[in-house]
C-alpha cells in the first residue's frame, strides 16, 4: 500500500470500512459462508478480484465462523502475460495459491473471428476449468469477484437482448450442483473498489486478450447506467433494491406464478371467509 497523507488516509479507512462492511453484510444476507468453509477466491489480477481477496483477509479474522482462504489464478496463456506477479504477490502476503494453467486463449482466438466479442467463449472456458479445480482441491465455495454494477448490467443485458428478466445473484448452485458459488462484492459500487484497488497499489494486470472491445454490449449498459445516475442520483440503488423486491404476481412468468389457479384461489378464500363468518355469528 501507498504511503497517504493523513486527510488521504482517512478517506482510505473510511472506504476500507465501508467495503467491508457491505462485504460482511451480504454474506450474512445470503448465508455465504459457512464454518469449516474452504473458499476458493478466484484471482484474475484484476481489482475486483484483489479487492475481494483483501476484504475476506480481513474479514477472517474477525467473523463468527472460522473458514480457509486459497487463491487460484487461471493462466490462460495469453501473450506477454506477467506469470511472476500474481505468485510474488500472494507469497508476499501469505495467502495459499494455486496457478491453474489453461491455454484457453488459443481456443478463444482460434473459434472467434478477429474483431468480434469475445468475452463470452472465454468466461465460459474460465468457468469451467475454475469449477472441476474446486473440486480436486476440495473447495466448498469459490469466489468472485462481481460487483453491484455488475449485477445491474447483467440485468439489463438480459433484459435488452436475452429476452429473460434476471441477473447475477450473489450466491447460487451450479448447473451440476457441484459448486456453490458466491459473490461478496454483490453490495459494493464499483467505482469504490476502484478508488480502493489504487489506493492500497495491487500489482493489477490488464486483461489484454480482447482489446478494450468498445462495441461491447456490456459496454454500452455501464455508459447508460452511469449516464442515468449523472442525470438521476441514486437511481442505481433503487434499481438494485427492486432486485431484491421482487413481486411475481405482477410479471407474467407462468412458472413462476400459478395464473392458471388463481379462480380456485379465489375460491377457496371466499369459503374461508364465508366459514369465518359463520363461525362468528353462530359460536358454539
Known sequence: ???LLPKAKKEFNKLQKRLRRQAGQAIADFNMIQEGDKVMVCLSGGKDSFTLLHLLMGLQKSAPVRFELVAVNLDQKQPGFPEHILPAYLTEIGVPFHILEKDTYSIVKEIIPEGKTTCGLCSRLRRGSLYGFAEEIGATKIALGHHRDDLLETLFLNLFFGGSLKAMPPKLLSDDGKNVVIRPLAYCKEKDIATFAQMMAFPIIPCNLCGS???LQRQ???EMLQD????FPGRSETIFNALQNVAPSQLADRQLFDFVGLEA???AQL???IQLVDTLSHPA
Not at 442515468?228 to 442525470?231: I, S
Open 228 to 231: 442515468w445516475d449523472k442525470q
Open 213 to 215: 472491445q468498445e462495441n
Open 1 to 3: 500500500m501507498q504511503e
Open 265 to 267: 384461489k379465489q375460491k
Open 220 to 222: 454500452v449498459i455501464k
Open 271 to 273: 369459503a374461508q371467509r
